[in-house]
């Protein structure tokens, strides 16, 4: 349980408020490069942070991600021309580049050295994993790109899918972050079965384990946090446990626990106080699926499940496309799709969940974790302190992983996966 406070500090991304201080000194998610892959295409509409802001792809394949009012009049410079390495706005003709640099002024006289003293606001803009990010902090506090911890290097295939959900970021968080919940709400779709390690098929994940009540042990880590959840195997319980570590890299990115066939993460970046960008991906491993089959899989798909803007078309006010003849014939939720069941839940908890009168559990480890840790980094911003996960000891994002596997009973978890230095020297 929070207060009142605390949960604003969780919670609160726009304008200065310390939690937004601490995600702009991370490099942010701001769309998926395939919304901006064709040069001299379309203007893309970003919201970040309460910000609003324009994506586009130069002639040039190079990536500009702008204020999206023009400088001039403040007309939108989602409607504009992208032409000629840079976007015109409509209204008179203003045209910028990817830096922000004003290269014309249709409506000025030719001699006039207004051109040489507008610079229009523009991010720094890096690829990589599927995604475009940017950074929006000081110019001069800038650090190296980092490739994120789900694309290693440029080979490593990925599949993303992406919702636009009404609810805030860390009731999201949360519910990617909780391992208990699976056992019930996705328990339709995450199979008990005789098998060594979790696994996939085209219709469902299996897991060795029936057990529903799962033990959480957590480890602070410089990057966020990392914790188990401990279940009695199908196979061996006397002398076995099955594992399932999920780590969490702030301010962005959760690593799921695995399965047999490809690794899973999440990110989740505020649009606003409101609302949040989804992002589930499918990563590496023996058989990754393709984006069109990861997007089917989890239904998921822009024109089918969703709309032309990432909008699910399961909504509050259709009771997500709810089937209670599904539910009478044995689907737990009659939700399809592990994506559209969470969102179900972080929806209807309101667009920001009253943390003053929830009631946490022993299976909420990681919650109180998370909320603990979220709380005090926001505070020490405020305060006027570094955000979380920048500064030393720092580990390399490609070196962070999640795991899962059966182990005997003696086994200390701290020493799988990845992110730590017992890890390290564990591998």
């Keep these: 349980m929070l207060t009142a406070e605390e949960n604003d500090l969780l919670c609160r991304v726009e304008k200065d408020a310390p939690m937004g201080r601490l995600m702009r000194q991370h490099w942010v998610p701001a769309l998926l490069s395939e919304e901006i892959a064709e040069p001299d295409g379309k203007p893309v ?3 970040l942070l309460g910000e609003n802001l324009v994506a586009f792809r130069d002639s040039e394949g190079r990536v500009g991600v ?3 009012l023009c400088p001039h009049r403040r007309a939108s410079l989602v409607y504009g021309r992208n032409e000629e390495c840079g976007l015109r706005c409509l209204y008179h003709g203003w045209k910028m ?3 922000g640099n004003v290269l014309e002024m249709s409506s000025e006289p030719a001699e006039s050295p207004l051109r040489e003293k507008v610079k229009h606001k523009a991010y720094p803009a890096r690829e990589a994993g599927g995604f475009v990010w940017i950074w929006m902090g000081e110019a001069e506090a800038m650090p190296a790109f980092e490739r994120p911890p789900f694309s290693p290097d440029e080979e490593t295939k990925v599949a993303i899918l992406k919702v636009k959900v009404p609810a805030n970021w860390a009731q999201i968080t949360e519910g990617q972050i909780d391992s208990a919940h699976s056992s019930s709400l ?3 779709d995450m199979v008990p079965a005789r098998v060594e390690s979790a ?3 085209e219709s469902n994940w299996l897991r060795p384990s029936t057990d529903k009540s799962p033990r959480l042990q957590a480890e602070r880590t410089p ?7 401990i279940r009695r195997p199908i196979k061996n319980a006397a002398s076995h446990d099955y594992i399932r570590m999920t780590v969490y890299v702030a301010p962005f990115v959760s690593l799921i626990p695995p399965n047999s066939s490809y ?4 990110v989740i970046v505020p649009i606003d106080d409101t609302h949040s960008a989804f992002y589930f991906v499918a990563w590496g491993g023996e058989n990754c699926p393709d984006t069109e089959t990861w997007r089917k899989f989890n239904h998921t798909r822009v024109g089918i499940d969703l709309d032309q803007d990432h909008n699910t078309l399961r909504t509050f006010e259709n009771d997500f496309g709810q089937d209670r003849q599904a539910m009478a014939a044995g689907n737990f939720t009659g939700i399809k799709g592990i994506p559209n069941q969470d969102i179900a839940m972080w929806v209807s908890m309101g667009p920001i969940v009253d943390r003053t009168k929830d009631v946490l559990g022993a299976s909420d480890l990681a919650i109180v974790e998370f909320r603990r840790l979220m709380v005090e980094a926001a505070g020490q911003v405020r305060d006027g302190g570094p955000a979380l996960g920048t500064s030393e000891p720092r580990i390399p994002h490609v070196e962070i992983a999640s795991w899962q596997g059966i182990v005997p009973k003696t086994t200390d978890w701290r020493t ?3 992110g730590t230095s017992a890890a390290r020297k564990a591998s």
């Design 263 to 266: 690794n899973v993460a999440s």
């Design 97 to 99: 580049d990817v830096e």
């Design 45 to 47: 509409r970003v919201r």
């Design 416 to 418: 799988l996966g990845g």
């Design 66 to 68: 702008l204020d999206e």
């Design 199 to 201: 696994g996939a098929t």
């Design 223 to 229: 990057y966020g946090f990392r914790y188990v959840a």
């Design 186 to 188: 996705h328990s339709s």
